[in-house]
């Protein structure tokens, strides 16, 4: 918990610097940190917090790859597809369906 709350704190600290900080962030990252310092502090739920970091987190590589794919100019290829709907499975089953449970 402790490594995601510094990746939080230096991603919107190198946001600001490059100028691409914007007020979404602004809220998301504060609610994450405080999200990830209440059960560091009062020493409960820390099981929770690590599995909604993980659901949270799971589909980064394939948003990443996606990304890394678009920018190489495959974007209209068929690894682009199959990584596009990956991304979204994992993103819409995690965050939309498993992570709520924990969470609340």
Known sequence: ???SLS???YDMIA???EGI???SMMIHHPLCMIGLLIPMYENVS???CMLAIFLSEISNPAM??????????????????VVEVSFISMYF?????????IVL
């Open 1 to 3: 918990m402790i490594f």
């Open 7 to 9: 990746y939080f704190v």
């Open 15 to 17: 946001m600001g610097i």
């Open 21 to 23: 900080l914007d007020i």
């Open 46 to 48: 820390g099981n929770f």
């Open 64 to 81: 990443h790859l996606r990304h890394m794919l678009r920018l190489s100019g495959r974007r209209y290829t068929k690894a682009y597809e």
């Open 93 to 101: 089953y995690a965050r939309i369906i498993s992570i709520g449970p």
